[in-house]
Every structure is written in C-alpha cells, then in structure tokens.
C-alpha cells in the first residue's frame, strides 16, 4: 500500500469515529443486574450498529473509487505530454483530418540495432503517443504528426466521347487527312503514389495504365493492331531544401517549358494542351523525360526558376539509349501583381531548350483537338518526319486572374538545324523554322476564381478548381443541399504554322469553345466544340475539321 491509500484508510477510519460520536454511545447502567426497560434499549443498539456498518459500507465503497481515480491521475501524470504539432501541419498538402488515439506504450529497452533496421522505432520513442495520422485533402494521405514522413495514394481517370467530321476534299484530297473516326475512349488512367521520407526526400510513382502502342507499327495503325500498356509517367524522387539550389529532382519527369505543359492534365481548360505542345513539346513522349532537374523560387515567391539535363526520347517507355541526344531546359517566371490569395494576379514567363534529335530525326506532328480514339488512331491534320541535328526552342508565357476571369497566352518559336527531307533519299535544307501561339480566356459564371500555384515541381502554373458551394454539400444543421458547383465558359484561338522551304506541312488555324462543370474538386464534365481550318501546302486537301467531345474526369 502506497502513500496515497494509506492516507484514504485514515480519512475513513476518522470519519467513522466522526459519525460514532455524533450519535453517541449507548446509555450505560451502574448495575450490571438487568432491568425491566432494558428490553427497548437493546433494539435502539442494534439499529445504530446496523447504521454504523452501512456507513462503513459507504465509505469503504468510496475509498475504492478513490483509488481507482487516484490510480488514473497517476497514469495521466506519467504520460509525455502530446506533440503540438498536429496543429502546425493542419496547412500542408495533406491536413490532418482524423487523428486515432490509443493507449500510450510502456517504454521498453531499445536495442541499437533496432534503431538501425527500424529508423520508424525511433519515431515512436520519440512520440509514445499514436504516430500515424490519418488524412483527406482532395486524396488519402497518412503522415506522422512532425510530418517528416508521408504517404499518399491517388490517381485520375478521364473518359471521352468525340465525334469528328470534315469536309470531303479535307478528307479525300491529295495529303488528306482520311474519313476521321467518332470514338469512345479512356483518355487517361493514371495510378499514382507520391509521399516524403526522412523530411528531406520526396517521391512520385506514376503510371498510366491505358497508353496504347500499334503492335504493327510497319503497317498503318488498325483498331486490331492497337493495345493498351503501362507507362511510367511522373516516376522521380528529389531533395529539397537545399541551400540556394533548392530542390534536386532525378527520374522522368517534365521538362520545364509552357505554362500549359506544367498545369496537370487534371486541370487544364479544355480537353487538349494547344497544337504546339503537340508539334513541339511533348506530341511523341507525352511530356515526360528521364533527366536531372533543379528548380528553387524566390523568399516572396514571386519569382521561380528552373533548369534541367533531360534524355531526348520519341518514345513514352521512360528510357533511351544513343550517344549525346540531350535535352537542356530552363524556365524563368515572374508574378509582379499577386493580390487576395491570387484572386487578381498577373504572370508572365520565359522557357527554352536545346535537344539534340533522337537518332537524328524528327516527326512534326499536329492532331485534331478531340483525341478520337487511342494515339496510333489518332486523326492528324499535319504529319512530317525529317532528319536534323539540334531542336531550339523559345516560349514566352504570360497568364492573368482577375476575379472570375482568367487569360493565358504563350507564343512558340522551333528552329531545327541541318534538316534533311524525305528520310529515305533526304535533300538538304539547313535550317528550318515552325511558330505557333495561343490565346484562351475564361470566366466563372458561379463567381469562383482560377486558382494559382505560385511554385511547384517546375514553376508557377494553374492549380486545382475549388467550387464555392459542392454540387450537393450537408449544412451545419445535417439537412442535404443542392448546389450548382462551379460553371466556367471559354474560349481559345491558335494558330500554327509547319510550313517552310517547302517541306509539305499544314498552317492551322483552330477556335474551341469550352464548357466545363465541376461539381466538387475531384471530378469534372467539360464539353468542347472544335472548329479548325486546314490549309495544305502544295495541295487543296484544305478546308473545314468540326468536332464536338465530352469529357468525364475525376482524381483523388
């Protein structure tokens, strides 16, 4: 018996005495020979003594539940006090959400070696208390509560349905483009596990499970030629918080170049990045390089930066073998006006690079704005592979948020030098330039506001779509609401051209209007109508492509 239930005896034994006295003792007789009024006597002393054990009774009942408290306050007393910082990451990526809570451990002794093997162990020393935290931002996350390691798991699906018509000598002409396909199609398919390590490492592993190949690629593609197959997309880990460098990224990854090429596929405007993403950026490898990146931002955040050594690859498989075929990147951004969260906010950019060709060739490549079908089906409006020896290109970009208003345009200049045509006899035309650019302008009809990434992987871009009211929300008294969501109308013109010292390419000419309809921030309906005039070089297979696509996209 400790100190403490020796002390509750005590106070039992003296409130006992307390309450005997209180009543006090039974009359006593100067003889001890009994008398006749005896008789009621004895039965007042058995009812105080019957009184006297329920007391006893009570108190002792009490005493055990004191101790029992006392038992509990002391467990309290001995348990390390909770970490604080379960409020200080309520603003990271992934907010904490859900916290489980379970009985401290015991500690116990450590081994090193255990240490060694186990570096989790050591975080649970350090915290006895639950490490693991549950979390929902836009996915499912789970991170320790210092937030030094985190795992989430996500990914997208995007579903379209396109029909495409053009006019008869666009389709039948000499050059022309052939009957164009309506399709049904799966667009994207991406799983993706992203997290942190040890603080300073993080990581994404990223496959697109419905990328199609033509297994007959000597032949034109046909719909029993083509099969899906998983390719790696953001496949990378990097370091940051490095002194002035910032972060150091290594694997396959974007490029940094184009406003539009950093913003994910999850959020872009309409249904397909421009043609000149197509012809220059990423048409043959989807965007994605295998290479060595490092990018940092300024302490305002108003201005990042970017550079990178890429592998040049015309394939999407995430791997490529050749001597020298390199790829130099840079991106320079500034937001000189950045007002209410990035409510009103004006950017502009700049992005080069220098690639050496893949095995010395090039294929110049500009589809139609709805993707009908899977790629090798894919209808092209201009299609032209020649050889060459070093691709340059210049992009300078400028965006704009203004309330519900958004703009963004980019203006592409490609020069291809010692550029030979056709392949298979090539005559030489030295150096070779194509351009292109793009407007686009959209607006809220239900008051939201585009929203903005100051810094990311590869610079500042456009950022998730954050209806002001869900489609359908819970109010505060538990009654089930219907909302509109979010509703955003636009439209885009561009313009390419693919034309120069005769090679037979296309000069383009395309006006998309958009529709899109979030109902909450992880799933989107878009509706585009296309129409693009063709005008062939050396041919009259020109004239009008329309097309009308919708596209169902969630991601988590």
Not at 73 to 78: A, G, I, K, R, Y
Not at 204 to 225: C, H, I, K, M, Q
Not at 424 to 442: D, K
Request: hydrophobic share 35%.
């Amino acid at each position: 018996m400790n100190r403490y239930s020796c002390a509750l005896t005590w106070v039992g034994v003296f409130l006992t005495v307390l309450c005997y006295g209180q009543e006090g003792p039974p009359p006593r007789h100067e003889s001890s020979r009994p008398q006749e009024s005896s008789s009621p006597q004895v039965s007042v002393d058995q009812a105080t003594l019957q009184q006297l054990l329920r007391r006893i009774e009570t108190l002792e009942q009490q005493n055990r539940e004191l101790r029992e408290a006392l038992q509990r306050l002391q467990e309290n007393v001995t348990q390390p006090p909770r970490p604080q910082v379960l409020e200080q990451n309520t603003s990271r990526n992934f907010e904490l959400s859900a916290a489980y809570d379970a009985p401290p451990k015991k500690p116990s002794a450590v081994d090193p070696d255990e240490l060694k093997n186990n570096p989790w162990r050591l975080i649970e020393l350090h915290d006895p208390s639950p490490w693991i935290r549950v979390s929902w931002q836009h996915g499912l996350g789970i991170q320790t509560p210092d937030g030094n390691f985190r795992v989430h798991v996500g990914g997208r699906t995007q579903f379209d349905t396109v029909w495409v018509t053009a006019q008869d000598r666009v389709e039948a002409g000499p050059g022309g483009i052939g009957k164009p396909r309506d399709a049904f199609a799966f667009r994207r398919g991406r799983f993706t596990i992203d997290g942190k390590l040890y603080r300073m490492i993080e990581f994404v592993s990223e496959y697109d499970f419905v990328n199609t190949f033509d297994a007959d690629p000597l032949d034109p593609a046909r719909e029993g030629d083509v099969a899906n197959t998983p390719v790696p997309t953001d496949l990378w880990a990097q370091i940051v918080d490095i002194p002035f460098l910032g972060t150091i990224r290594v694997g396959n990854q974007k490029p940094p170049i184009s406003f539009e090429h950093i913003t994910s596929s999850r959020w872009l405007n309409f249904l397909e990045r421009s043609f000149m993403f197509d012809a220059f950026i990423g048409g043959l490898d989807n965007g994605f390089r295998p290479g060595v990146q490092v990018f940092n931002w300024s302490q305002d955040e108003t201005i990042t930066w970017a550079f990178g050594v890429f592998k040049n690859n015309n394939t999407v498989f995430g791997w490529n073998v050749g001597d020298g075929e390199y790829d130099l990147t840079g991106r320079l951004t500034w937001t000189p006006i950045y007002a209410e969260d990035g409510k009103y906010l004006i950017h502009v950019g700049l992005g080069a690079s220098g690639r050496d060709l893949d095995n010395d060739r090039y294929r110049l490549r500009a589809r139609t704005m709805l993707r009908n079908g899977p790629a090798p089906l894919h209808t092209a409006l201009s299609d032209v592979r020649f050889l060459g020896d070093t691709m340059y290109i210049l992009v300078p970009e400028f965006a704009l948020v203004w309330g519900p208003w958004s703009m963004v345009a980019e203006y592409y200049a490609t020069w291809f030098t010692d550029v030979g045509f056709p392949i298979a006899a090539p005559a030489p035309f030295g150096t070779t330039f194509y351009h292109g650019g793009y407007i686009e302008v959209l607006y809220f009809l239900t008051g939201e506001y585009r929203h903005y990434l100051r810094h990311g992987g590869s610079g500042a871009a456009f950022n998730r779509v954050i209806p002001d009211r869900n489609f359908i929300y819970i109010d505060r008294d538990g009654e089930i609401i219907f909302a509109p969501g979010a509703w955003q109308v636009g439209i885009r013109y561009q313009y390419i051209d693919l034309v120069d010292k005769g090679i037979p390419g296309a000069i383009l000419h395309d006006v998309t209007l958009g529709l899109n309809w979030f109902p909450n921030a992880n799933i989107r309906f878009q509706w585009n109508y296309t129409f693009t005039h063709r005008d062939l070089a050396n041919s009259d297979a020109d004239g009008w492509v329309h097309g009308f696509g919708m596209r169902m996209a969630y991601d988590f």
